[in-house]
T-cell receptor, first 110, second 113 residues
């Protein structure tokens, strides 16, 4: 079965510092990877998907199939980036159901 | 267009009580699902539905029941609440189950004492 691991429960950085939220997955095939963000007391919303290779709110994520990783990066963190971030994976033979990692809370200090 | 609407937002239950969390979507989505969110464990799928009249179990279905009599509604029933069911519950819907198309509700905070 597929699995998503986010090794850091909490990541605290100062404003303007670079940020990298780690995500590793286990799946032998070709999954789709996503990053979701949840701001305080709000609903989850899609931030990034690996297929589109886009940059959203300054965040980027590259799928590294060799290392089975999909780390989320931003060169200069902002206070408004403080939120809970979830990495998720979906695979076709599991009905495209999403499997989530445990989440990383990002705190950006002024 | 309200999106995905969950009620109630907050609820306190006593052990053994039953209750229903409501979820409604107005986007004509075929796929609907319920997740629970617990610290350090992310979101875990409880039950899902790929269309009216069709439901299936997710990763953690025990103690929960669902039905899908209409496309719009997907209620989650707690049959006999236990403290282990204290959690935040999210309903989600989408054209498909694919993460590209999923929309989440605002969450329901449930405490079982």
């Amino acid at each position: 079965a597929q699995r998503v691991t986010q090794p850091e429960k909490l990541l605290s950085v100062f404003k303007g510092a670079p940020v990298e939220l780690k995500c590793n997955y286990s799946y032998s095939g070709s999954p789709e990877l996503f990053w979701y963000v949840q701001y305080s007391r709000q609903r989850l919303q899609l931030l990034l998907r690996h297929i589109s290779r886009e940059s959203i709110k300054g965040f980027t994520a590259d799928l590294n199939k060799g290392e089975t990783s999909f780390h989320l990066k931003k060169p200069f963190a902002q206070e408004e980036d403080s939120a809970m971030y979830y990495c998720a994976l979906s695979v076709r033979n599991a009905g495209n159901m999403l499997t989530f990692g445990g989440g990383t809370r990002l705190m950006v200090k002024p | 267009n309200a999106g995905v609407t969950q009620t109630p937002k907050f609820q306190v239950l006593k052990t053994g009580q039953s209750m229903t969390l409501q979820c409604a979507q107005d986007m004509n989505h075929e796929y609907m699902s319920w997740y629970r969110q617990d610290p350090g464990m992310g979101l875990r799928l409880i039950h899902y539905s790929v269309g009216a009249g069709i439901t299936d179990q997710g990763e953690v279905p025990n103690g929960y029941n669902v039905s899908r009599s209409t496309t719009e509604d997907f209620p989650l029933r707690l049959l006999s609440a236990a403290p282990s069911q204290t959690s935040v519950y999210f309903c989600a819907s989408g054209r498909t189950a694919n993460g590209n198309t999923i929309y989440f509700g605002e969450g329901s905070w449930l405490t079982v004492v």
